[in-house]
């Protein structure tokens, strides 16, 4: 009996140990917010430039029809494409980082809350 007490209070104290070292510090969470929001504001960068290359890429393939390059105006287009791909790229990635910073501070107002409650 005593063997499975032992045991059981083992299992117990593991189990404790493995929620606090899984669960993060508030100060962690505060830093995950922070990196979450300069990554949102490297999205929203990049997005800007990437309309800014498809703007200026637009005209100069509609320069290159007009003058009748056709060759370029093929080339121009096809930098268009890319750069649509990386437009849509980024603003998946700006809403990821969007979510990813909801839930963070969820969860860091919910630790907050709970440590409150336990003083």
């Known amino acids: 009996m005593k063997k499975f007490i032992c045991i059981a209070g083992a299992a117990s104290l593991l ?8 669960a993060p510090a508030p100060a962690e969470k ?3 917010v922070k990196q979450d929001t300069r990554d949102i504001r490297q999205d929203k960068r990049d997005v800007r430039q990437d309309k800014r290359d498809i703007r200026g890429d637009r005209q100069e393939m509609r320069r ?3 003058e009748g390059d056709k060759k370029a105006a093929a080339a ?21 980082d969007k979510r990813e ?5 969820r969860e860091r107002r ?3 809350e709970t440590a409150k409650g336990k003083s």
């Open 15 to 22: 189990a404790v140990g493995s929620a606090f070292a899984q």
């Open 30 to 32: 505060q830093g995950d």
């Open 64 to 66: 290159d029809l007009r």
């Open 76 to 96: 121009e287009k096809a930098d268009i494409a890319k750069d649509r791909a990386d437009l849509r790229k980024d603003k998946r990635d700006l809403r990821k």
């Open 101 to 105: 910073r909801r839930q963070d501070v």
């Open 110 to 112: 919910e630790a907050r």
